[in-house]
């Protein structure tokens, strides 16, 4: 079965987030590590794995996507506290 993936990325500070989707989780992050995975996560090197949802539909990952993007930036904290209360990088 193929899973897909929401996740969020961070600065070491923790201030600056980034919401993606993909099919392949580890490969996602080794690209964001590596400069490549987006201008936005470059730009202000989000390189941390903070939090992952895992989903057997793409459709749904994306719309989890979509809601979590329109979120202010407190309920993004929040709910990422929620499994990783510490906000520490995840291994994926």
């Given amino acids: ?7 969020i990325m961070a ?11 993909t099919s392949n989780l580890s490969k996602r992050i080794v690209e964001h590590a590596l400069g490549e995975g ?12 903070v939090y992952f949802e895992r989903f057997t539909d793409i459709n749904q990952a994306i719309a989890r996507e979509k809601q979590l993007k329109n979120w202010h930036h407190d ?15 995840l291994d994926c």
């Fill in 38 to 49: 987006s201008k936005f996560t470059k730009k202000y090197n989000l390189t941390d794995l």
């Fill in 75 to 89: 309920w993004k904290i929040n709910l990422i506290k929620e499994k990783n209360p510490k906000l520490e990088t």
């Fill in 11 to 21: 600065n070491k500070y923790r201030t600056t987030l980034y919401i993606g989707v």
């Fill in 1 to 7: 079965m193929q899973f897909s993936f929401v996740y």
